[in-house]
């Protein structure tokens, strides 16, 4: 079976300073990748997502994801945090071409 | 156009009771998917279904849940007397297409068993 790891529970980020979400995932063939973000209350929202070519994913609020195959990652980031960013954040893996395997989460913090 | 919706959006239910949760996906949407968020965790998959055939429902944690979408569109997610560990958020998501594909997600209804 799949899984993900995500192996910072909690972040904490000044406003407008840089942000790195990791995760790694564990899977043989090639991963179909999403990352979701959740605010209290609400249901989860896709930023990105990789299914195929380049690595480097744009998604929506600024964000990005790259995947690495070789390290078995794919760390979201944004150059610049804004406060309205707070919120915990999830990065899933697709398995047997359905079904999401989610990792325990990130909760990001933005300190102004 | 409309997203996914769940109803309730909360749920208090003693020990014992029964509960069903309704979930209404996007409209033309193949898939519907259930799944279970505990407290401080990420979502687990409960159970999948394609227009209104269940294919997998190995997520279920006991023969207490039972989930139905009887017509490919509207799906319920029944548990039968309730305990305190199935105290979680129930969220709904919905995709297009079967396989490999976005889903969307519900709000969730919390239900909170005492």
């Known amino acids: 079976a799949q899984s993900v790891t995500q192996p910072d529970i909690h972040i904490t980020v000044s406003e407008g300073a840089s942000l790195e979400l990791r995760c790694n995932y564990s899977?043989?063939?090639?991963?179909?990748l999403f990352w979701y973000v959740q605010s209290p209350g609400q249901g989860l929202q896709l930023l990105l997502k990789?299914?195929?070519?380049?690595?480097l994913v744009q998604g929506i609020k600024g964000f990005e994801a790259e995947f690495k195959r070789s390290q078995s990652s794919f760390n979201l980031r944004k150059p610049s945090v804004h406060w309205s960013d707070a919120a915990e954040y999830f990065c899933?893996?697709?398995?047997?071409?359905?079904?999401?395997?989610f990792g325990a989460g990130t909760i990001l913090r933005v300190k102004s | 156009g409309a997203g996914v919706s769940q109803s309730p959006r909360y749920k208090v239910a003693k020990r014992g009771q029964d509960v069903a949760l309704r979930c209404d996906p996007i409209?033309?949407?193949?898939?519907l998917f259930w799944y279970q968020q505990a407290l401080g965790q990420g979502p687990e998959f409960l159970t999948y279904?394609?227009?209104?055939?269940?294919?997998?429902k190995s997520g279920l944690p006991s023969d207490r849940f039972f989930a139905e979408r009887p017509e490919g569109s509207v799906s319920t997610l029944k548990i039968q007397r309730t305990q305190q560990e199935d105290s979680a958020v129930y969220l709904c998501?919905?995709?297009?297409?079967?396989?490999?594909?976005?889903?969307?997600f519900g709000p969730g209804t919390r239900l909170t068993v005492l």
């Open positions: 998501a919905s995709s297009l297409v079967a396989t490999y594909n976005e889903q969307f």
């Open positions: 899977y043989g063939a090639t991963p179909y």
């Open positions: 990789y299914f195929s070519g380049d690595t």
């Open positions: 899933a893996v697709i398995e047997y071409g359905n079904k999401l395997v």
């Open positions: 409209s033309g949407h193949v898939s």
């Open positions: 279904f394609q227009n209104e055939a269940q294919l997998d």
